[in-house]
């Protein structure tokens, strides 16, 4: 049984940093790809990062490239998101999810299992 225990989300100001945290549980990170989403009020779900089962390579979205990292611990039960320079259009509810397609797919294709979303608020 897939599990997705996600946490770190709060409040923050412009420029400032977070890191969320998934525990995944009932599956390796090796068999499925491993990603964050996020949905902004009154928006659609965004794929924002992910990262491949097996090569372990990442991806994120344009609009978070340069800002939020991907990382898992070497046990592979812990992945990560690292969010710097936050903004506004930040603000959001982030998700972990898992066996997905890692990539563009993200756009347009969900993600089979969710863990409960996490708030982040970045203010102006």
């Known amino acids: 049984d897939v599990q997705l225990q996600a946490s770190g989300g709060g409040l923050v100001q412009t420029g400032g940093s977070l890191r969320l945290s998934c525990v995944a549980s009932?599956?390796?990170?090796?068999?499925?790809?491993i990603g964050w989403f996020r949905q902004a009020p009154g928006q659609e779900r965004e794929g924002i990062s992910c990262?491949?089962?097996?090569?372990?390579?990442?991806w994120s979205a344009g609009s978070v490239k340069d800002r939020f990292t991907i990382s898992s611990d070497k046990a592979k039960t812990t992945v990560h998101l690292e969010m710097n320079n936050l903004k506004p259009e930040d603000t959001a509810v982030y998700y972990c999810a898992a066996n997905l397609i890692c990539g563009f797919g993200m756009r347009t294709t969900p993600a089979i299992s969710w863990g409960q979303g996490t708030q982040v608020t970045v203010s102006s």
């Open positions: 990262m491949h089962s097996k090569s372990g390579s990442t």
């Open positions: 009932g599956f390796s990170f090796d068999e499925y790809d």
